[in-house]
């Protein structure tokens, strides 16, 4: 098919018949990894004889099992109608335990009759991050509650950087964010946040978020780049259906 490469299968072919012992040698795999500067938190068989799925602080990738060949793409299980992505179900549960415990830290506008809850890794500079926080309203009617955590794109050397970092030191951070969206926060007299601000960005960077606004969804799945409420709940109303 065609998300499928060509290159994709070859290389499960080739990791398949270099593979050398029966079971992965956890110890190869990890200095082999670490050569090209990759620490695995888990190393655990695949559904194909001779790979291996690798946990990586950043990414979900595949190895054989002395880890002299590896390869860092997607891989798909087609037994059904359509193709499952298995990587993309495995990092949805890393993300998801990624955010537990974040909650307390992030700024909330909530859905009076919620049906859903989105998280979004934002920033205040990002335009298509603005159009989303002018349009809560339209989500939260929609029942779609946005929960945000910061994402200066270039980290410490973003332009807004102490910018969000006020926001998070702000004793009502809600409106505090509304204003910067709306190009009326003043910083004046806040002690900010800057700590919490990288916390936060740095999970992003641990989530493969690359761009704002990054949308990760209750099971989640992320969603990269702006939805309207109207085609975000149609999203989470079939993937709750499905």
């Known amino acids: 098919m065609h998300f499928i490469s060509r290159t994709v299968l070859a290389t499960t072919v080739a990791l398949t018949a ?11 795999i990890t200095k082999q990894l670490s050569n090209i500067g990759l620490t695995p938190s888990s190393i655990t068989a695949s559904p194909i004889a001779g790979v291996n799925e690798v946990v990586t602080e950043r990414d979900v990738i595949y190895t054989s099992d002395n880890g002299q060949y590896f390869l860092a793409g997607h891989l798909y299980q087609n037994t059904g109608a359509e193709p499952i ?17 974040m909650d307390k830290d992030m700024i909330v506008y909530p859905a009076k009759n919620e049906k859903y809850v989105v998280t979004v890794f934002t920033d205040t500079s ?21 929960r945000y955590l910061a994402f200066p794109r ?26 910067a969206k709306s190009g009326t926060f003043d910083e004046a007299n806040i002690t900010p946040r800057p700590d919490l601000v990288m916390q936060q960005y740095q999970l992003g960077v641990e989530m493969g978020v690359n761009g704002t606004p990054a ?22 109303d079939s993937k709750a259906k499905s």
């Open 215 to 236: 949308i990760v969804l209750a099971d989640g799945t992320m969603i990269p780049g702006y939805q309207p409420p109207a085609a975000l709940l149609q999203l989470l």
């Open 18 to 28: 270099f593979s050398a012992v029966a079971k992965p040698d956890v110890t190869a």
């Open 154 to 179: 270039g980290g410490k050397s973003s332009s807004n950087f102490n910018q969000m970092s006020a926001i998070w030191g702000a004793k009502d951070r809600v409106k505090a964010m509304h204003d």
């Open 85 to 101: 992505n298995l990587t993309e179900q495995k990092m949805a549960q890393l993300n998801k335990a990624k955010l537990a415990g």
């Open 126 to 146: 990002c335009g298509y991050c603005r159009k989303l926080h002018n349009e809560m309203q339209g989500y939260n009617d929609a029942g779609i509650t946005v």
